[in-house]
């Protein structure tokens, strides 16, 4: 290990910054959140800088640095673009005995200022000793994505109860294990879902009743309806993705890809839930039946489901058996095909002037949908889910509703990933589109003006796109 590791506590203690720039600024900002006195040293400041020193809140000595003696500072930051200024700054703090950081400049420094992931009071410090500033930010972007945003919140929560848990349960071991269930159970489960204020009452009635063979039971399970995006692994929600890395078991729908499913935790269960169109599978109450099973034995289950759970997603039906069963449970949103589809195929669904709203809809079967389609009016959207087998019958339903035969659509397969084919056709067309080109599902069919967008933006796999009929009528571009 090159450098060790500390938190230092600089609140209220003197620390310099000789340099008035963008570098100096953001060290100063980072030495002000911890509480420093900082002084700042430099002819001329950023307006930053200045208008921290109208407001008081760093002192500021106008002029150059002149290898004055530091040893009021407890901490001292060279931020200057001059590398022989910084070297003497360098050497003034030797000469005290006082740790300085070198901007950019590891040889000269007695510390490096890490990377910094903030969940005040949880701080994590990420250092590549210097080699690398750019792949220690990636590193905290990594762990950034990783965390719980409410995680300080829990901390804070633990550090307030922390004397009266310890009066209560005296037993180091007894009260290891208690804040061990705590982190893992209930109480942090609704903190991290933003529903602190039960927490506190939950955490006492665990105090309370507390005794260490009763853990098990003390942690009842939960259920989480969790949207896994369209396609792209990488289009789950954060907060979607922690979850799943929670979860005791996984249920999961057909369309969700493995490479999701590799978020999930190795030591949980991943069940296939997946119902297949006209392929015998399991049905919609057996999987109700399954997940209220779970939870009521006290499993966190992660129900994981294509695009958004309450966009053909059955979702209401899974929280009515949830509710019914009075089982806890919490949904998070997915990016649901009709957004996926639209922004890979960079098919705006509104656009000033052209579309104000946008109907979704599916094509199950040749006439439930009908009367949808006939709301469908020009200035619309139209975005059908599962109508593979019906393009052509709804390409004829909409003209018979007098939509023009070369009304703009789009085919959008398998969106968002690797795999993406955007097909731009008319309604006159799509159903031979379908065919000749052999569509198959997932795929979802966009009709209106704004898929005309996909000819001139379709950004994502222009390799995957091709036109299918008479699509030639030129792109008006509408401001
Ligand atoms: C049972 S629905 C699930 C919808 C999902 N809950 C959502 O919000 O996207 C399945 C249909 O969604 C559409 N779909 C899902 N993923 C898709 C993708 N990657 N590309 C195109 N269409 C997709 C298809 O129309 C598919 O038949």
Not at 12 to 17: T, V
């Amino acid at each position: 290990m090159q450098y060790l590791p500390l938190f230092a506590d600089i609140k209220d203690r003197a620390c310099l910054i000789v340099g008035g720039g963008r570098m100096a600024e953001r060290r100063v900002i980072v030495l002000k959140r911890a509480g420093a006195n900082v002084t700042v040293i430099a002819p001329e400041l950023t307006d930053t800088l200045e208008r921290l020193a109208n407001r008081d809140e760093i002192s500021v000595a106008r002029r150059a640095f002149d290898c004055e003696p530091l040893d009021r500072y407890w901490l001292i930051i060279a931020a200057t673009d001059d590398t022989a200024l910084n070297a003497e700054v360098a050497a003034a703090a030797e000469q005290a005995k006082r740790l300085c950081n070198v901007v950019d400049n590891p040889e000269h420094s007695s510390f490096i200022m890490p990377a910094i992931v903030d969940h005040d009071p949880i701080t994590i410090a990420v250092s590549s000793g210097g080699k690398s500033p750019v792949l220690a930010r990636w590193v905290k972007g990594v762990i950034e994505t990783t965390l719980p945003a409410r995680l300080g919140e829990f901390a804070n929560l633990a550090g307030r109860w922390r004397e009266r848990v310890k009066q209560a349960l005296p037993d180091t071991e007894t009260r290891r294990k208690f804040w061990q269930a705590m982190v893992e159970g209930e109480v942090a489960r609704h903190v991290l879902a933003g529903r602190g204020e039960r927490s506190e009452t939950l955490l006492e009635k665990a105090l309370g009743a507390w005794r260490d063979d009763e853990v098990a039971t003390r942690t009842p399970g939960e259920a989480y309806l969790v949207g896994a995006g369209p396609g792209s692994p990488d289009l789950i929600t954060l907060r979607g993705r922690q979850l799943l890395a929670q979860a005791d078991v996984v249920l999961y729908d057909r369309l969700v890809s493995d490479k999701i499913l590799d978020y999930a935790r190795r030591e949980g269960e991943l069940i296939s839930v997946g119902k297949s169109p006209r392929k015998p599978s399991i049905t919609q109450a057996q999987v109700n039946r399954l997940l209220v099973r779970l939870v009521a034995s006290g499993k966190r289950v992660c129900r994981l489901k294509g695009g958004d759970p309450m966009i053909f997603g059955r979702g209401g039906e899974e929280m009515e058996a949830l509710a019914e069963a009075g089982l806890p449970f919490q949904v998070v949103p997915g990016v649901s095909a009709v957004e996926g589809c639209a922004a890979y195929a960079g098919i705006p669904l509104t656009l000033r002037g052209v579309s104000k709203a946008v109907l979704i809809t599916t094509g199950t079967s040749k006439d439930s949908n009908a009367a949808d389609l006939a709301s469908f009016r020009r200035g619309q959207t139209l975005a059908l889910y599962m109508g593979v087998a019906q393009f052509a019958a709804v390409g004829a339903e909409l003209i018979r509703n007098g939509h023009d035969p070369d009304t703009p659509a789009a085919i959008v397969e398998n969106g968002t990933t690797d795999e993406q084919r955007v097909i731009r056709t008319t309604l006159r067309d799509i159903g031979e589109a379908r065919e000749k080109l052999d569509i198959a599902a997932p795929a979802l069919l966009l009709v209106g003006e704004t898929t005309r967008c996909a000819d001139r933006y379709n950004w994502f796999n222009p390799e995957g796109f091709e036109r299918f009929g008479d699509t030639d009528r030129t792109f008006a571009q509408v401001s």
